[in-house]
């Protein structure tokens, strides 16, 4: 959600800027825009839509100057527009700013009283013009952020340029990331490392309340106190990370191909392949003492504790309470001091999940996170970290990411039974032999990816599309429709099949697709009943199962074979089909597959 780069370069920067920015299209935005000093003076180039028209706009008017600032905006307040874009500006200062300031009204009122004039509807500008009052009072440019920062509240990662001073950049965190890179004679400034990557690999990372004052010899960093303080610099493991789409139409089409590697690789990780035992790093708690276990997380990651659920509680015998991290948080739960809580989030950066993680803390719980981006805010506030291994997810709607936190989540969910006496060695080893075993019927279900198109042009046509699944294919159908809503824009809902009689059967009809998670498991012939009670009602039913679609007793529209695995793995295995519905159809009608609207990848505000 939202991008910042910023540059003290020893040569032009606006290119650069331009190419830090393209890597962090996969956050989502709606608008772009690069400022630099040009012989002390600020100048600035804007668009809206896609970073290609700030790259036509910097053709058309080249921008020089070796200090500089960029964004990547999406909207919060103000329409998406070039007027809204950042940076926002005066004659002294430029800012750029993820976050929001929840104070903006009041700050603004009390600056258009004093004369200032807006241009933009943003709560961003509203930094700009403080700034800017306490410099023509007299003050330098580090006393003049200092005071505008005193009197910001809200969640923000800034940077900001002035008149005047080409050696001299100000950054802040408060709640959303930022990165400082050091280069030779050089110092740059991201959101996250990925943008980072092609200038430097060694990378300090602000704390909550942070403040900083770069120059091109090096960082002056103050707490929220005032205090100087030196954050650690390390090396960053984004430096070696690919990023571009190879030989694949869109990002998430090679993202759900890459899933059988990562979740191998994810495997490999976290089990002892030799003996079929799980191997998990130390943790800061034992299994054995906890009475009860917290899982939270945001859109997908949530599905994932969703069916983290049924496998502790399955094969654990141990009781788990999921949230959503938004409701979480202000859910204001009593915990019992020295339980667990588990976290888990692609970017490690989700707000609602931070939040969430520092209740807990808070609670004197046990602090263990799941992540894809080891040197994230979440990483960095936990206990332990369990990384999933996935690499850059680039795609808005998450896959391999998926895969992964459900990969990591079984295998600790199995530790869990260990520790507790539920698993002996002969049931881990069963268990470990089928996880080993989901790269390759993942492999067999994306070599058969024609039957995916083919659905995608019968699903084009449907205004509602409802899917069902029962157990751990409940969280797999909640998902699917997930998937399905986000990248084709078509209205779809995942139920509990057993709850189809209690609301959502009103609106099956001939018209309708329903799509069905129908592993041959234990709970198989309830939902052939669900199926059938759809048929009855002329709904277009889509089996996605390893059975014999002979077996459902009722007319089936279109069979998507799946391989029989162990009920264990139904939900690593059977993620794969929902994600080719969702990306064929949303192929088919031709939406912006890796960008969908109004959606970010890493979502650092409420």
Not at 86 to 105: L, Q, S
Not at 236 to 250: E, F, P, T, W
Not at 371 to 394: F, K, M, Y
Not at 401 to 422: D, E, M, N, P, Y
Request: glycine share 8%; hydrophobic share 45%.
């Amino acid at each position: 959600m939202c991008g910042i780069v910023g540059v003290l370069g020893k040569a032009s920067v606006a290119d650069h800027l331009v190419d830090a920015l393209k890597r962090l299209e996969y956050r989502g935005y709606d608008s772009s825009g690069v400022a630099t000093l040009e012989n002390g003076h600020i100048e600035r180039r804007r668009a809206e839509g896609k970073l290609c028209n700030l790259g036509q706009r910097l053709s058309a008017e080249p921008l020089p100057g070796n200090t500089g600032i960029g964004h990547t905006r999406w909207a919060t307040h103000g329409r998406p527009s070039e007027a809204n874009a950042h940076p926002h500006m005066t004659d002294d200062v430029a800012v750029v700013h993820n976050g929001i300031i929840e104070n903006f009204r009041e700050l603004k009122a009390q600056l258009l009283a004093e004369g200032a004039q807006f241009s933009s509807e943003t709560d961003t500008e509203v930094i700009a013009h403080l700034i800017t009052r306490e410099l023509h009072a007299g003050n330098d440019p580090v006393s003049a952020a200092a005071f505008a920062l005193a009197q910001l509240r809200g969640a923000f990662a800034l940077a900001m340029i002035f008149r005047g001073h080409d050696d001299l950049m100000i950054v802040a965190r408060q709640g959303s990331p930022l990165a400082i890179g050091y280069g030779d004679g050089e110092m740059f400034v991201g959101s996250d490392a990925i943008a980072l990557a092609p200038f430097t690999d060694q990378v300090a990372y602000l704390e909550d309340g942070d403040w900083a004052v770069i120059t091109r010899e090096g960082v002056a960093v103050r707490d929220r106190a005032g205090a100087r303080v030196v954050r650690p610099v390390a090396r960053s493991l984004a430096a070696g990370l690919i990023v571009d789409k190879g030989n694949y139409r869109h990002f998430m089409a090679k993202e759900i191909h890459e899933q059988p590697d990562v979740v191998s690789r994810t495997l490999g990780h976290y089990l002892d392949l030799a003996s079929y035992r799980v191997a998990l790093p130390k943790l800061p708690f034992d299994f054995s003492d906890v009475n009860r276990l917290s899982l939270s997380a945001c859109g997908t990651a949530f599905y994932a504790c969703f069916v983290a659920k049924y496998w502790f509680e399955r094969w654990a015998k141990l009781p788990v309470d999921v949230d959503i991290a938004s409701e979480f948080r202000y859910r204001e739960t009593a915990m019992e001091p020295g339980g667990a809580a588990i976290f888990v989030s692609q970017s490690g950066e989700t707000a609602d999940t931070l939040a969430s993680l520092r209740y807990c803390r808070a609670q004197g719980q046990h602090v263990l996170s799941v992540v894809n981006v080891r040197e994230s805010s979440i990483a960095r506030e936990s206990d332990a970290v369990l990384p999933t291994l996935g690499g850059p997810e680039i795609g808005v709607a998450s896959t391999k990411a998926f895969t992964c936190q459900l990969t990591v989540l079984s295998c600790l969910a199995i530790a869990a039974g260990k520790a507790r006496g539920t698993i002996g060695p002969e049931r881990e080893a069963e268990l470990v032999k089928a996880l080993v075993e989901v790269p390759r019927h993942m492999a067999t279900i994306l070599g058969n990816e024609g039957r995916y198109e083919e659905l995608a042009l019968k699903l084009s046509k449907a205004r509602d599309v409802l899917y069902l699944g029962r157990g751990t294919s409940s969280p797999i159908a909640l998902e699917g429709a997930l998937k399905l809503k986000e990248i084709s824009y078509i209205h779809a809902e995942g139920y509990a099949a057993g709850e189809l009689k209690h609301g959502p059967i009103a609106l099956i009809d001939e018209s309708v697709p329903v799509i069905v998670i129908a592993p041959q498991d234990e709970l198989y012939d309830k939902t052939v009943s669900n199926m059938q009670e759809v048929a009855a009602r002329e709904g277009k039913i889509v089996f996605v199962s390893d059975a014999d679609p002979a077996s459902a007793g009722c007319a089936i529209q279109t069979v998507l074979p799946v391989p029989s695995v162990h009920p264990f793995v139904t939900p690593l295995v059977y993620a794969v089909p929902v994600q080719l519905i969702a990306y064929h159809t949303a192929v088919f009608m031709g939406t912006d597959v890796d960008q969908p609207r109004n959606l970010a990848k890493s979502v650092t505000v409420e």
